[in-house]
């Protein structure tokens, strides 16, 4: 069995946020960094650093007291890590993707940070299918697994309560209807979910939602639209808590090897403190694991 990899740690804390075009154009920057210290992660996974290099982010990674860092690129439409401990980078993967995932080893875990591409089924699939592939490898080769980012593909275990997002359903059929059949995310006025089907059937477990599951065993819809890591607030057509309401969505994951996924204290989307509602428009997903 891997040992993650924190002398005298107790807890290992992971990160994974969507920093919205990087912080909004440096914007929420200094908001994002004083609540990261307050969570004080041991590692973080990173979307939309977009313009930011390896050589940035290390330097800016100091602010939130991670003195390793890697990145997808050298710049554009950027993904990260950062970490307490070193980073060893094993690939850094875009082909057939149309961002690219960034898989790494630090605190003796595998760690792999996505960002899949929104526009159209067959697309994200070819990316689910690379995904599943690499994690099932690293597991049959006895590695612990961390798959984290932004899916931009919905979980069945949500069909409940995203099933009732009507203003949701109606802002994205539109759009929809546009593509060919097959890339189609919405059947017959509802969502379909063959991309994190296909996820997780790599040997997966989604935390948040185990840990809902568990606090939650037969949830309401209220309860279910505290899942939503998307939208916040701060873009213009949820900027109301009523208008939000009906637009939530949860497309942000931290998934693990069932191992890992053992060793979970707490795992969830955090919609609080009020200052989530403007660093960027998605909210940060954390999961804690026992040593």
């Known amino acids: 069995?891997?040992?993650?990899?924190?002398?005298?740690?107790?807890?290992?804390?992971?990160?994974?946020?969507?920093?919205?075009?990087?912080?909004?154009?440096?914007?929420?920057?200094?908001d994002c960094v004083k609540w990261v210290n307050s969570i004080q992660p041991d590692i973080a996974?990173?979307?939309e650093l977009v313009?930011?290099?390896?050589?940035?982010?290390?330097?800016?990674?100091?602010?939130?007291?991670?003195?390793?860092?890697?990145?997808l690129k050298g710049g554009g439409y950027n993904i990260g890590l950062t970490?307490?401990?070193?980073?060893?980078?094993?690939?850094?993967h875009q082909k057939g993707f149309w961002h690219g995932y960034l898989h790494c080893r630090?605190?003796?875990?595998?760690?792999?940070?996505?960002?899949?591409?929104?526009?159209?089924?067959?697309?994200?699939?070819?990316?689910?299918?690379?995904?599943?592939?690499?994690?099932?490898?690293?597991?049959?080769?006895?590695r612990e697994v961390i798959l984290m980012g932004d899916f931009n593909a919905h979980a069945a275990s949500d069909k409940a309560w995203l099933g009732k997002q009507q203003p949701l359903l109606d802002?994205?059929?539109?759009?929809?209807?546009?593509?060919?059949?097959?890339?189609?995310?919405?059947?017959?006025?509802?969502?379909?979910?063959?991309?994190m089907n296909r996820i997780l059937e790599a040997p997966l477990r989604d935390l948040v939602r185990d840990k809902f599951d568990k606090k939650h065993p037969k949830p309401t819809y209220e309860q279910g639209l505290t899942l939503g890591s998307f939208p916040s607030r701060v873009l213009g057509h949820v900027k109301t808590s009523e208008l939000q309401r009906g637009f939530l969505e949860r497309i942000d994951f931290i998934l693990t090897t069932p191992g890992l996924a053992k060793?979970?204290?707490?795992a969830?989307?955090?919609?609080?403190?009020?200052?989530?509602?403007?660093?960027?428009?998605?909210?940060?997903?954390?999961?804690?694991f026992k040593k």
């Open 263 to 266: 060793r979970c204290v707490s």
């Open 83 to 92: 970490s307490r401990t070193s980073i060893e980078v094993v690939a850094r």
């Open 51 to 71: 313009g930011w290099n390896e050589a940035k982010l290390k330097k800016c990674a100091v602010d939130w007291k991670h003195p390793h860092a890697a990145t």
């Open 268 to 288: 969830k989307v955090f919609r609080e403190p009020a200052v989530l509602e403007t660093i960027s428009d998605h909210y940060p997903v954390i999961s804690i």
């Open 106 to 142: 630090t605190a003796g875990l595998e760690v792999i940070v996505c960002h899949l591409w929104p526009g159209g089924v067959r697309q994200q699939m070819g990316e689910a299918n690379q995904l599943y592939a690499l994690v099932t490898k690293l597991h049959k080769e006895g």
């Open 171 to 195: 802002r994205r059929a539109t759009g929809d209807a546009k593509k060919r059949a097959e890339n189609r995310f919405i059947v017959d006025g509802k969502y379909t979910f063959p991309i």
């Open 45 to 47: 996974g990173w979307q």
């Open 1 to 30: 069995m891997v040992v993650i990899g924190l002398e005298g740690a107790e807890r290992l804390t992971v990160l994974n946020y969507n920093v919205f075009n990087s912080h909004r154009g440096g914007r929420s920057y200094a």
